[in-house]
Nanobody, 124 residues
Framework: QVQLAEFGGGLVQAGGSLRLSCVGS????????MGWFRQAPGKEHEFVAS????????WYSDPVRGRFTISSDNAKNTVYLQMNSLKPEDTATYYC?????????????????WGRGTQVTVSS
């Protein structure tokens, strides 16, 4: 069973940057698609970005495209989310997710494994 752990959340001013890391462990991690969701208070989980197991393909939601970049380091079993030009509306708990296979589902509950989340707060 794959396990995920997120790192890198924090408090930042609007316009600033943060980098989140998600470290995966367990069997077959390198054949697993991974990515990020976020959940703001009182809202549903929202897809943010994902990357294929090979790292060749990536996908982004419209609100973050052009500001966030997802990448992977298979040697470290780690996926990163570089977040630039942060806005107060990016404030949320960010969750890493993984799914066995080539792509992550954009529906949170249809993936296989989830991390515990890391808080990102963007002040105005």
């Amino acid at each position: 069973q794959v396990q995920l752990a997120e790192f890198g959340g924090g408090l930042v001013q609007a316009g600033g940057s943060l980098r989140l890391s998600c470290v995966g462990s367990g069997p077959n991690i390198r054949s697993t698609a991974m990515g990020w969701f976020r959940q703001a208070p009182g809202k549903e989980h929202e897809f943010v970005a994902s990357i294929s197991g090979t790292g060749q393909w990536s996908w982004y939601s419209d609100p973050v495209r052009g500001r966030f970049t997802i990448s992977s380091d298979n040697a470290k079993n780690t996926v990163y989310l570089q977040m630039n030009s942060l806005k107060p509306e990016d404030t949320a708990t960010y969750y890493c997710a993984a799914k066995n296979g080539p792509t992550l589902s954009s529906t949170y509950t249809q993936n296989d494994v989830w991390g515990r989340g890391t808080q990102v707060t963007v002040s105005s």
